[in-house]
């Protein structure tokens, strides 16, 4: 059973616009998500994280906002830009004891987003 | 420079023919992991490592086979390859499993497998 779920493989977005990536979840023992970004040919790299204590938490033209009750958190990318074109993965984490998947990343599928100029 | 490095990058190989990626970081870390890629499926965690001679089965581990006898090092062995391993995989490493939460897990650029 998927337990993060990004429901949208893809999305395209014109420059300048606000590009909103969606996940949702069905565990509510994670205690914190996190989106990672991946280029063709790269490994992913690390964007932004929430943890569950919060509702939002802001970087620069990136903010996640997380819903605890709706178990949903979404990435806003604002202004999109054209390097911002790749796929985001959402993922989940339990950090609370060692053992068994404890500490370890659950990933979505991913959504590919272009950005276009 | 802080990296994880894998190889082979690609490989296309024949069904049976036992094969290791190896994978290598130069960060000190106590944590490492793959993951295979696939489409429509995200990115699958195979087996991980919490530190030397401690490893654990990830969701997809049959198949495959790890070992950690030093700190550095985490390679993955496909003893006999079916095509269903082709994939991409990645291998990740963490300061430990407690810094993931916060970002830390450092992914290397992948290796692309074909299994004929």
């Known amino acids: 059973d998927q337990q993060v779920k990004q429901n949208s493989p893809s999305l395209s977005v014109q420059e300048g616009r606000i590009s909103i990536l969606n996940c949702d979840y069905t565990n509510s023992m994670f205690d914190y998500f996190l989106w990672y970004k991946k280029y063709p040919a790269e490994g992913p790299t690390f964007l932004i994280s929430?943890?569950?204590?919060?509702d939002k938490n802001e970087d620069g033209r990136f903010t996640v906002f997380l819903n605890k009750s709706a178990k949903h958190l979404s990435l806003h990318i604002v202004p999109s830009q054209p390097g911002d074109s790749a796929v985001y993965f959402c993922a989940a984490s339990v950090v609370m004891n060692y053992g068994g998947s404890q500490g370890n990343l659950i990933f979505g599928k991913g959504t590919k987003l272009s950005v276009k100029p | 420079e802080a990296q994880v490095t894998q190889n082979p990058r690609y490989l296309i190989t024949v069904t049976g023919k036992k094969l290791t990626v190896t994978c290598s970081q130069n960060m000190n870390h106590e944590y490492m992991s793959w993951y295979r890629q696939d489409p429509g499926l995200g990115l699958r965690q195979i087996y991980y490592s919490m530190n030397v001679e401690v490893t654990d089965k990830g969701d997809v581990p049959e198949g495959y086979k790890v070992s950690r006898k030093e700190k550095r090092n985490f390679p993955l062995i496909l003893e006999s390859p079916s095509p269903n391993q082709t994939s991409l995989y990645f291998c990740a490493s963490s300061l430990s499993y407690r810094s993931i939460a916060a970002g830390e897990l450092f992914f290397g650029e992948g290796s692309r497998l074909t299994v004929l």
């Open positions: 929430i943890s569950s204590i919060k």
